[in-house]
């Protein structure tokens, strides 16, 4: 979908929906105040606005964010310029002026970001239709297979659409819960860090430290996953602090029942296949009981980026430990021909991140 060609789609009548109005009044409000650019990361990405100019600089903008560099007019018309975005230097800076002019108030820029969030779906839906039509008038295709294909294509839009934020543990606890019930019809000063609940672990590396990047690293099927949200748990729940979990491979409901399982000591087997004994039962009640009150937090958007991942925990105060599974999923949002070197920038980032939310 990112990949097309918006300007030259001439389908039906023939300019696709946009707002320039909208486009540049988010841009503008960004050049004036760069802390608005946390509050539209849910709603637009590069790809959301129409006008090419305007996704290379909101590019520029995000990749700014994501190191931590300043976002003003004067560092952003110096990127603009190195980049080749206007023909000339002297465009560039006319350009960006009138941006910070045409903003109405800063204050509304979610109200601009949700117009160009909205323009960008619509286009993507006459798109997706304009290849349906093109695919089923290709000879020999079958119903079947253009089906399957026009599912997907509606399906990748509709998980755009979806804003999966930051979510309480607290909402998602009784839907993990009714799932399972339809299955189955202390001293921590001697450690300088927030501890992990393994001693043996906190000694070697005297707990979980602000600013601290920490990669957990094994085979796979080692269990991986289940370490990472066992200190997870053990930092919300013992030491009292705010945990946020970004789950790249599993979905949300998955993930708490891992919880569930490791902190009621219930086979996972068992709760899978529903064959869960009374005592089963009342040991996952009082799990859950502590889980819904713990301060964790989770997230299970996919292919998410670092500067969308800053984005949302700016809005948790006092976070005391953030977990990622995992790394290799994440994304830099930009297109990247080297695997290699996407990870060692996500990794870099993520060390800048770690350090400036001091976490």
Aim: one cysteine or more; charged letters at 25%.
């Amino acid at each position: 979908m990112d990949n097309m060609n918006y300007q030259s789609a001439d389908i039906f009548s023939g300019q696709l929906p946009f707002s320039l109005e909208a486009e540049q009044s988010v841009l503008g409000a960004i050049l004036i105040d760069s802390s608005c650019l946390p509050r539209i990361m849910d709603y637009v990405k590069p790809e959301s606005f129409f006008v090419e100019k305007h996704r290379l600089i909101f590019e520029i903008m995000l990749a700014k964010f994501t190191t931590s560099q300043v976002i003003d007019i004067i560092t952003v018309l110096d990127a603009v310029k190195s980049e080749g975005v206007f023909q000339t230097a002297e465009d560039a800076k006319i350009y960006l002026a009138q941006l910070a002019q045409v903003v109405p108030s800063t204050s509304h820029i979610e109200s601009y970001a949700k117009i160009v969030q909205e323009k960008h779906y619509l286009r993507s839906l006459i798109l997706a239709a304009k290849e349906i039509i093109e695919n089923s008038s290709s000879p020999g295709v079958e119903a079947a297979e253009l089906i399957d294909s026009a599912e997907q294509r509606i399906f990748e839009i509709r998980q755009g659409r979806e804003s999966r934020g930051l979510v309480p543990i607290s909402q998602i606890i009784m839907s993990t819960y009714d799932t399972l019930q339809k299955l189955s019809g202390e001293d921590k000063s001697q450690y300088i860090g927030t501890s992990t609940g393994f001693s043996a672990l906190d000694s070697i590396i005297t707990g979980l430290n602000k600013s601290d990047l920490i990669l957990l690293a094994a085979r796979p099927a080692m269990g991986k996953t289940s370490f990472a949200l066992n200190i997870a748990t053990n930092v919300a729940i013992k030491a009292n602090k705010k945990v946020a979990i970004f789950s790249l491979e599993m979905g949300r409901e998955q993930l708490v029942s891992r919880m569930l399982s490791s902190e009621a000591l219930v086979q996972s087997s068992l709760m899978r296949t529903g064959n869960l004994k009374q005592e089963d039962w009342i040991k996952l009640a009082m799990s859950a009981q502590i889980l819904a009150k713990a301060p964790i937090y989770l997230d299970d958007t996919p292919s998410i980026t670092v500067a969308e991942m800053k984005g949302k925990l700016r809005r948790i105060k006092d976070l005391g430990l953030v977990v990622i599974d995992y790394l290799q999923l994440m994304t830099t949002g930009r297109r990247s021909d080297n695997r290699v070197q996407e990870v060692a920038e996500i990794t870099r980032s993520l060390k800048i991140m770690a350090k400036e939310l001091n976490v």
